[in-house]
């Protein structure tokens, strides 16, 4: 049968090309807010690091209603760090809609989730976004679509997608140029006309494949995925079966079943075919299980997720200042929180160690772990991290192999020689350039996972805040040797104690110091950056001598430069492989592994 009052669909894009802006348009449009209610810009990046940093972290579900028919939509992730959560939801769908930027055009996370669909046969909906830029060049942008689709071995159905161009900020799309624009509904009907319907067997046994893991305090883990065939009721006896996991056979009952309107999970009793519904009081139920009825236990296939391409140690927090800001500081904590994260993000793996204090976690980037540590750090919790280290594998002969990502670069024509310097340096190989609107040009290079780590921040500043950087991930190939990652020592505290003005004055003139007066240091404590390449100890807790013939009053006369602040991210990039970064609710602090500063100096000689 087919749902003909049902349309699923997924919106995918490079990250900033206007995804979550257009939910709000169709959201907005269907009548899902009342008239004159105050609605919060990206109403669907609800979390609070989404909010702050404007991205999407996380796919998430709505639904609209137009002419009684209703469209499931699944807004997803730009960034390719959060790539697993593209690749799974787009099981749950009929139909993509590809989000472009009319100026940036196809970028590389463009092609990695169009990729995705075109593999799975979905058909597509091209959205040529922003046109109401004063640089936009859609009629470009349709070309260069066009050619990543051929690119991309694209069907003759998939060649044939509908172009849509719109502007999601104003709440307009237009079938053609010259049209004029009025609001949404020529996407409302493009997606009504080239999107199946939902098909399935209403009469066969229950089939419904979990495709994402919410999680709710109160309720615990919710299932959500689609109904490929039967009914689900609620107190349905049901069996989990997994493709990947032939040995898993468990029965379960539905005690609570939700479907989407607007964004609300409201409760029914059954669904069927074609519906996207949300499972709640399955305790243990995880992504890519399949919920049958006992009858007939036939598990859906479901992609492996891409494998994580970085890795970095999580270790209990053993400084001087340990246990004095956080409050949950123990491994016993620490373990049960990584491993409570892999509940609902498929892309991560946490692995013991052999000790019982540090635990090694893997993802897709610095940004994905980067931002598991900023949500463990508000929650209280706190402990160290080793720097991000590629994850290598071996092939057959025993050589070495390396992830490799291919970088699209953006920048006004007078930083290109720069950024070109700079990712040579870090073994890059520069695979294309070309002129890209007025006075910019677009690099493309080929450089392995490790010579990107902690080069975002200094790209930024080479190119004075204006270039922009994007990378995909596309395979591993040989090792490409040895590569440094920072060019400057550290500042290291020789004593604990709280700093002073006196100290930092003197300390000030070897580098840039990350610290103020009054804040409590430890020996071993990275308290700046040095301008040269060696580590320098410094003593920032000395304190002026006083005597009968100089009084402390002359202190006032000492003048403090402003210590550097530096954010997860740019702490994450700055540290070496001899340090750690100590994570707190209040602070970031660097330090080094071996706190002592005669054990450390054995250590470095061998």
């Known amino acids: 049968m087919k749902r003909e009052d049902v349309r699923n669909i997924a919106i995918i894009a490079h990250v900033d090309h206007g995804k979550t802006t257009l939910v709000d348009e169709l959201l907005k449009q269907s009548g899902v807010f009342r008239t004159g209610q105050v609605v919060e810009e990206r109403v669907m990046d609800s979390n609070d690091i989404e909010r702050e940093r404007g991205i999407t972290i996380l796919s998430k579900n709505t639904a609209v209603y137009y002419k009684g028919i209703k469209i499931n939509i699944i807004d997803t992730p730009g960034h390719a760090d959060f790539g697993g959560e593209v690749e799974r939801v787009l099981k749950m769908v009929n139909g993509v809609i590809l989000v472009v930027d009319a100026f940036e055009g196809p970028m590389p996370q463009t092609k990695f989730v169009l990729k995705k669909a075109l593999e799975l046969k979905l058909p597509v909906i091209c959205c040529i976004n922003k046109i109401d830029r004063p640089e936009a060049r859609p009629k470009e942008v349709i070309d260069e679509v066009l050619d990543l689709l051929i690119d991309l071995d694209a069907d003759e159905d ?41 098909e399935g067997d209403e009469t066969a046994g229950t089939q419904v494949l979990i495709s994402t893991i919410d999680y709710n305090e109160y309720v615990g883990r919710i299932g959500v995925g689609k109904v490929d065939n039967g009914t689900i009721r609620v107190n349905q ?73 970085i890795a970095m140690n999580f270790i209990v927090n053993d400084s001087p200042l340990a246990g004095q800001e956080g409050k949950f500081v123990t491994s016993r904590h620490l373990r049960e929180r990584l491993f409570r994260e892999l509940n609902t993000d498929v892309s991560l ?29 508000r929650e209280g ?12 594998h071996y092939d057959e002969n025993g050589k070495k192999l390396e992830p490799m990502e291919e970088c699209y670069v953006d920048v006004p024509d007078e930083y290109s020689g720069t950024v070109i310097q700079k990712l040579s340096t870090r073994k ?35 190119t004075r805040g204006e270039g922009i950087m994007n990378t995909t991930f596309i395979g591993y190939e040989p090792y490409k040797g040895d590569l440094s990652y920072r060019s400057q020592g550290s500042l290291i505290a ?62 006032e006369a000492l003048r403090l430069i402003p210590p550097v602040e530096m954010s997860l991210e740019q702490c994450l990039e700055f540290i070496d492989t001899d340090e750690l970064l100590e994570v707190t609710p209040k602070s970031l602090r660097i330090r080094k592994k071996i706190l002592d500063s005669l054990m450390r100096k054995r250590a470095n000689r061998k």
């Open 494 to 555: 020789f004593e604990s104690g709280e700093a002073v003005t006196y100290g930092l004055f003197n300390a000030q003139e070897r580098g840039a110091l990350f610290i103020g007066p009054g804040e409590k240091v430890y020996a071993g404590m990275v308290v700046g950056q040095n301008g040269k390449a060696e580590d320098v100890e410094v003593n920032v807790c000395k304190k002026k001598q006083l005597t009968n013939t100089r009084s402390s009053a002359a202190d």
């Open 349 to 377: 793996r946490v692995e013991e160690t052999e000790t019982t204090e540090a635990f090694k976690v893997s993802g897709r980037g610095e940004l994905h772990l980067s931002v598991l540590i900023e949500n463990m750090r």
């Open 237 to 309: 006896e049901c069996v989990i079966v997994n493709h990947h996991d032939p040995d898993k056979m468990r029965k379960v009952k539905i005690s609570k079943l939700y479907e989407f309107d607007g964004l609300k999970k409201v409760e029914v009793q059954e669904a069927t075919v074609g519906s996207i519904v949300a499972i709640s009081g399955i305790s243990d139920i995880h992504i890519g299980d399949t919920l049958c009825s006992p009858e007939n236990p036939v598990a859906i296939p479901f992609q492996k997720i891409s494998e994580p391409t």
């Open 158 to 198: 998939q060649l044939e997608c509908p172009f849509v161009f719109a502007s999601a900020k104003t709440g307009i799309a237009i079938l053609e140029l010259n049209d004029k624009p009025v609001s949404m509904e020529p996407l409302f009907e493009t997606i009504i006309d080239y999107i199946p319907a939902p």
């Open 428 to 462: 890059g190989e520069l695979k294309g350039m070309n002129s890209f609107g007025a006075g910019h040009t677009r690099l493309i290079f080929q450089i392995p996972s490790r010579g990107l780590i902690g080069y975002r921040g200094e790209f930024l500043t080479d």
């Open 381 to 392: 919790f706190e402990f160290a991290v080793s720097k991000a280290e590629v994850i290598y």
